[in-house]
Nanobody
Framework: QVQPVESGGGSVQAGGSLRLSCAVS????????ILWIRQAPGKERAGVAS????????QYDDSVKGRFSLSRANAKNTVYLQMSSLKPEDSAMYYC?????????????????WGQGTQVTVSS
């Protein structure tokens, strides 16, 4: 069973940085699109950053453009989300999701395998 495992969440002050990791074992990660999704209390899940199978193409939600950077190390079966200039509104549970298709979108429901999430809390 494909099970992404997220790590790297925590508490940080506004303006700070965090790097989230998503590790997956038992599969060839390079065959999958990756999407980071976040969900804050009382809000719907939203895709914030996606990366293509080869890592050459990324997409970002407007709310994180210029502050978040997504990269992948296929040889390590790991994906990284570097988050900088964090704001209180970035506080949420962050999930890593994998999709086995060609167009790596920002649409959460299109992705097949989700992790358990890691909490990010940004204080003002």
């Amino acid at each position: 069973q494909v099970q992404p495992v997220e790590s790297g969440g925590g508490s940080v002050q506004a303006g700070g940085s965090l790097r989230l990791s998503c590790a997956v074992s038992g599969i060839t990660l390079s065959k999958y699109c990756i999407l980071w999704i976040r969900q804050a209390p009382g809000k719907e899940r939203a895709g914030v950053a996606s990366i293509s199978t080869d890592g050459d193409s990324t997409q970002y939600d407007d709310s994180v453009k210029g502050r978040f950077s997504l990269s992948r190390a296929n040889a390590k079966n790991t994906v990284y989300l570097q988050m900088s200039s964090l704001k209180p509104e970035d506080s949420a549970m962050y999930y890593c999701a994998l999709g086995y298709f060609g167009d790596c979108t920002l649409v959460p429901y299109e992705y097949n395998y989700w992790g358990q999430g890691t909490q990010v809390t940004v204080s003002s």
